[in-house]
């Protein structure tokens, strides 16, 4: 067990690990890419239910 936690902390050492200005910037375009396929999803349901109303 001892061995298995000496290699981990050995690998651990071995992670670059994001800075700060990196993780805004993934945060940033994380919620991007979601707000967007948000609107796009919404846009889409609201032409298609628009669509059916108008084949009534």
């Given amino acids: 067990m001892k061995k298995v936690l000496s290699n981990v902390r050995k690998e651990m050492k071995k992670v670059k690990w994001p800075t700060k200005k990196d993780m805004i910037k993934y945060s940033i375009a994380t919620l991007s890419i979601i707000l967007f396929f948000c ?18």
């Fill in 39 to 56: 609107i796009f999803f919404v846009a889409s349901d609201l032409i298609i239910m628009g669509i059916k109303e108008l084949m009534k």
